[in-house]
């Protein structure tokens, strides 16, 4: 496993660097898109339809400001079977290397994992007030 798709690198970037400036641009926006492996599990690919437009990056505050910086997600259920679990590690390890600027990561092993609170605390624990435009 190491091949990471064009078009994921490219939704990245696109991500990353704010070059949208008109509202119609910013509508389109990708707030979060969701990757996955392809079916012959040997490439990161987008997975269709899997993406919520409109808005910033990974939006919250703290007590001193609103910060907007990319958080990278892995959904690795604990009760996956061994082979999957090796194989989202190495697949992790390379979508990583192509995607420079993470400042936050999480991995979710279950939905409680996800909730607003855990989120909070992998961004700076008790310094975050809101997320997403929701308070802790």
């Known amino acids: 496993m190491g091949a990471v798709a064009d078009e994921v690198c490219r939704i990245f970037y696109d991500m990353k660097v704010r070059k949208c400036s008109t509202p119609e ?3 389109k926006r990708k707030k979060a898109v969701i990757f996955c492996l392809s079916a012959d ?17 990974c939006c919250f505050e703290t007590k001193e400001s609103r910060k907007e910086e990319l958080m990278f ?3 690795a259920p604990e009760l996956a079977p061994l082979k999957s679990k090796i194989i989202y590690a ?3 390890d ?3 290397k192509k995607f420079q600027g993470i400042k936050h990561e999480c991995q ?3 939905p409680e994992d996800l909730n607003r609170a855990c989120i909070a605390e ?3 624990g008790s310094l975050i007030v809101a997320f997403g435009g929701y308070p802790v």
């Open 94 to 96: 390379a979508i990583k």
């Open 73 to 75: 997600f892995l959904w």
């Open 108 to 110: 979710a092993n279950g």
């Open 41 to 57: 599990k040997k490439c990161i690919i987008v997975e269709e339809g899997k993406e919520i437009l409109v808005g910033d990056r």
């Open 122 to 124: 992998k961004l700076g």
């Open 25 to 27: 641009e910013i509508k």
């Open 90 to 92: 190495s697949s992790k």
